[in-house]
Nanobody
Framework: VQLQASGGGLVQPGGSLRLDCIAS????????VGWFRQAPGKEREGLSC????????SYTDSVKGRFTISRDTAKNTLYLQMNNLKPEDTAVYYC????????????????????WGQGTLVTVSA
C-alpha cells in the first residue's frame, strides 16, 4: 500500500486549494481513507474521511462546510477540496488508509490509520 499526496502550496486567506492523493497497492474504495494535518508543535488532526464501498463521508467541525473529500476510483485518487482557507489551516497535510473495514464507516482518529502518504505543505498567508 502506498499513498502519495500532492497539491500543497501558498494561498491567500479566503482562497482555495485542492489536494490529491494517488493510491497504489489497493483499490481506493476497498479501504477507508482520510485526510489529516499537522501544524508545527501541534498534534496530528483528523479532517475528513470516506468509507470503503459506498463512500460515506465524515468531517471534523473545524472544516465542515469548507472542505470536501471525494475519490475517483478510475484514477484511484483521493481528493480534498479546500475553500475559504484561513491562516490556521496552515499545516502539513497527509492522506492515510485504514485497514479496518466497517461498512459505511470511517474514522477521523489518526491513530487508527495504518498507511500514510508523505505529506504536502499548505501555507495560508497574505
Amino acid at each position: 500500500v502506498q499513498l502519495q499526496a500532492s497539491g500543497g502550496g501558498l494561498v491567500q486567506p479566503g482562497g482555495s486549494l485542492r489536494l490529491d492523493c494517488i493510491a497504489s497497492g489497493f483499490t481506493l474504495d476497498a479501504l477507508p481513507v482520510g485526510w489529516f494535518r499537522q501544524a508545527p508543535g501541534k498534534e496530528r488532526e483528523g479532517l475528513s474521511c470516506i468509507s470503503s464501498g459506498e463512500g460515506t463521508t465524515s468531517y471534523t467541525d473545524s472544516v465542515k462546510g469548507r472542505f470536501t473529500i471525494s475519490r475517483d476510483t478510475a484514477k484511484n485518487t483521493l481528493y480534498l477540496q479546500m475553500n475559504n482557507l484561513k491562516p490556521e489551516d496552515t499545516a502539513v497535510y497527509y492522506c492515510a488508509a485504514d485497514t479496518l473495514v466497517i461498512p459505511s464507516h470511517c474514522s477521523t482518529k489518526y491513530y487508527e490509520y495504518d498507511y500514510w502518504g508523505q505529506g504536502t505543505l499548505v501555507t495560508v498567508s497574505a
